[in-house]
Every structure is written in C-alpha cells, then in structure tokens.
C-alpha cells in the first residue's frame, strides 16, 4: 500500500465519523435524488464545508453583538514611550506617563466624571462646577471641578499629588482623611499617612512636554494643548480643518516645527504673521 493510499484511508476514516455523528445528532438531510451517484467521501466533505460555514458565520454574528462591559475604555501608556496626550470628552486633557493607564466611561455619567488612573499623569481638568471631576487610584480618590496637576501612583505604597494651577481634595481610601491642595501645594502618602507640604520639585510638569504623543486625536485639540503650553507662537487653523485626526510625536519642538510636521503630516500650509502661524488647506 502506498503512502497516499493509506493517508486516504485514515481521511476516510475521519470524515466517516464525523459523518455518522452528525447524522447521530440529526443534522443531517437527505436532499440528493436517489437515481443521481454521487461519491460519498464528496458528500461527506459538503456537508462538513457547510457546518463549518454556519459555524462562522454565527460567531461573527455573536462577535458583533458582543456589548463591552460597562461601555468603558483604557488608555495605556507602554516602557519607554513618550508622554501619550488625549483628550476626554468633556474638553479636559490627560498626559500619561510610561507605564500607565487611565479607564473612562464612553461617556460621563450626568453628575459626575469618574476615571481610574494607575500610574502617573498630568491632569488640565476643565472646569464644570456642576459636574466635578473624580480619580481613583489605588490609595486616593481626587475630586477636582477645574484645575492642573501631576499625580504619581505607581504602586501601592507610594502616592502624591502636586496642583499647579486650582485646588484638589484629596481623600485616603485607608482612613478617610481629607486634604485641600492647593497651588505650589503637594499631598504626600507617606509611612500610611496622607499629609501636605510644599511642592519642591516645579519641573514635574515641564517633564511630560518633552516627549508627546498624539494618537488619533482631532487637529484642534492638538492645537489647542500646543497652545496652552506655549508663551510665544499660537498657531490658528481654519474651522473646516478642527475634526482631521492627526497621529504625530513631538520631541522638544518649538509650536514653528510643530506646525511643520502637522502640516507635513496631513498635507496642509501654514503662513506666519508676527506672533501667530495660521494652518490652512493647499
């Protein structure tokens, strides 16, 4: 015997098991008219084609039906990465460090907005008194209603929170004491015990801007954070061009070479007149 023979042999044998276990089950019907020969390894073979099909078929179906639990989604910073920029829903910014994570809602609840951070980031929260805005981490829950500032949570043991700009309250989940942070003001865990001093280290914020990246995010959110952070040059684009979505790294650039690479970026000009770099369509 050949090796072919005995390869068909063995193939026989299979398809005739999972012939006879699909008809065990029911789920086989006898459509072909019995005057017409047809090879049964054929048969076997189209009917096997056409369980599989369905079986595809129905989970693409489930697949696309599948719902995210609790419509929530994660950023996620990676090792090494330079500073990822997004911006929310509501207007306000986040800048994640290397290693770090924020979750959100699609959208924020009518009360309230709520994200869970782990790691370290750079919060420019905007203001809605009506609609404060929330940070778990693992030690802290932050209430903010607009304001900036820098949070590093990278592990359980270690927590603080430098504001730059606004006022924070900050409460420990261990114990549930409360302190109101302010400019210049750091809130420091420390030993199992939230306390307040000043903020030493005013570099801490500059720090993210070295290194930023955009994903997908809308040309005037981009603009909008370059300008935010510049004390010079304000680049302006026109309002047809604020929804193009734009994927770019900036590495220390000044807002001129920033508007060079958007422009290079999606195929656009630009035109300088005194302190301001208008962004246009060709």
């Known amino acids: 015997m050949t090796l072919n023979e005995n390869d068909n042999k063995i193939t026989d044998r299979a398809w ?3 012939y006879n276990r699909l ?13 017409v020969s047809v090879r049964p390894t054929i048969i076997k073979w189209s009917i096997a084609a056409a369980v599989v099909c369905i079986c595809v078929i129905s989970a693409f ?15 996620q910073n990676e090792k090494d990465a330079p500073t990822l920029v997004s911006t929310l829903e509501d207007g306000s910014v986040i800048y994640l460090s290397e290693y770090t994570s ?5 959208h924020f609840s009518k009360d309230k907005r709520e994200v869970t951070l782990q790691g370290n980031a750079f919060f420019d929260i905007s203001r809605n008194p009506d609609k404060p805005f929330i940070i778990d981490t693992k030690q802290m829950i932050i209430e903010v209603l607009g304001t900036s500032f820098n949070v590093m949570s990278k592990d359980d043991e270690s927590f603080s929170l430098s504001v730059r700009h606004g006022e924070v309250k900050v409460t420990s989940k261990m114990d549930g004491k409360t302190v109101n942070v302010k400019d ?20 801490q ?3 993210y801007l070295k290194r930023v990246h955009f994903k997908d995010q809308r040309l005037a959110d981009v603009v909008k954070i370059i300008n935010a952070n510049s004390d010079s040059i304000r680049l302006k684009i026109v309002p ?5 979505l734009l994927t770019v790294t900036f590495s220390d650039d000044t807002p001129y070479t920033m508007a060079q690479l958007i422009c290079l970026a999606l195929n656009l000009q630009y035109t300088q007149q005194q302190n301001t770099i208008f962004i246009s369509q060709k």
């Open 23 to 35: 008809e065990q089950d029911g789920l086989l019907i006898d459509t072909i008219p019995e005057k």
């Open 240 to 244: 047809e061009l604020e929804d193009r």
């Open 61 to 75: 179906i489930i697949r696309g039906q599948r719902v995210v639990p609790n419509n929530m989604l994660t950023i």
């Open 184 to 203: 210049g003001e750091t809130a420091l865990f420390h030993s199992n015990d939230l306390q307040k001093i000043k903020t030493v280290d005013i570099n």
């Open 102 to 106: 924020v979750r959100y809602p699609y």
């Open 16 to 18: 005739n098991r999972l």
């Open 205 to 207: 914020f500059k720090s």
